[in-house]
């Protein structure tokens, strides 16, 4: 699984090169410019983005919810305070890693 935010209008070809093999891409918001996320795309993976407030798609979902080996997980791109019934959350926005759990929730951002 490879999870990246907050691109605004840039993806290195060495970020491409680190995902290129991940079973699946996740892009948590403000990729800005529509070419970068066709350039995750384009790699046969299966794919997934919300958008961020930086993002004027408006086919990409603000929120997305999934359940993967039984963990009920939220991506999205503006953190919330407290998600019940959401057992990890993904979010972007901040630009800053996170890996905290508060109560049972895990949050995480990969950062920019």
């Known amino acids: ?3 990246l935010s907050d691109t605004h209008d840039r993806l290195p070809d060495q970020v491409v090169e680190a995902v290129r093999d991940a ?14 996320a066709a350039r995750l ?5 299966p794919f997934k983005i919300v958008r961020g407030n930086c993002d004027s798609c408006l086919d ?3 929120a ?8 009920r997980i939220r ?4 953190p919330a305070r407290t998600v019940p019934g959401i057992d990890l959350f993904f979010h972007g926005h901040t630009h800053v890693p996170r890996d905290e759990t508060i109560g ?3 949050f995480l951002n990969p950062g920019c």
């Open 1 to 3: 699984m490879a999870v």
């Open 23 to 36: 079973d699946e891409v996740w892009h948590l918001g403000d990729v800005c410019d529509e070419a970068i």
């Open 41 to 45: 795309e384009a790699l046969n993976r």
């Open 60 to 62: 990409w979902p603000l």
């Open 64 to 71: 997305l919810d999934l359940e993967i080996a039984g963990f």
């Open 75 to 78: 991506l999205t791109h503006i």
């Open 104 to 106: 049972k929730t895990r």
